[in-house]
């Protein structure tokens, strides 16, 4: 009977103990799931020294520092300046006085075809190295 009258006093004082504790909220770290914001800097830079993975596709330096062939660079730096300035035209032909020229030019890898159609003009851009297509058509005022 003793052992049983404390055996009693023992789970009601275990259950009663149970009662005052605190209630435990999910707090989350991550500012993605709803954390504080202020710990994203820190979980960045905290992945990225953690981070071992190579990308196979990264070209690796040369001794000069670059990662690409000058001549290449000066290339696609050609063809953007020339495009830039074929879409400065454009928009001057729109909006100005000038006239753009129709025909077929041929820029490093791009071949482009100026048509004056029936609605507006008409550009086409072909990529001649991997063959994709843009068309771009200017209507008229």
Known sequence: MNKLLLLS??????IASESLAQQFVYQPKNPAF??????YQWM??????QDTNVDPNVQSRNQAGLQRDPLLEFSESLNRQI?????RELVTRQFGSESLEEGSFLLGDFQIDINDG???LS???????TGAT????????
């Open 9 to 14: 006093v023992f789970l009601f004082f275990g």
């Open 34 to 39: 709803g954390g504080n914001t202020f710990n």
């Open 44 to 49: 960045l830079s905290s992945a990225q020294t």
């Open 83 to 87: 495009l830039s300035r074929l879409s």
């Open 118 to 120: 029936g609605n507006g």
């Open 123 to 129: 550009i086409t851009i072909v990529d001649t190295s």
């Open 134 to 141: 843009t068309v771009v058509e200017v209507p008229f005022n």
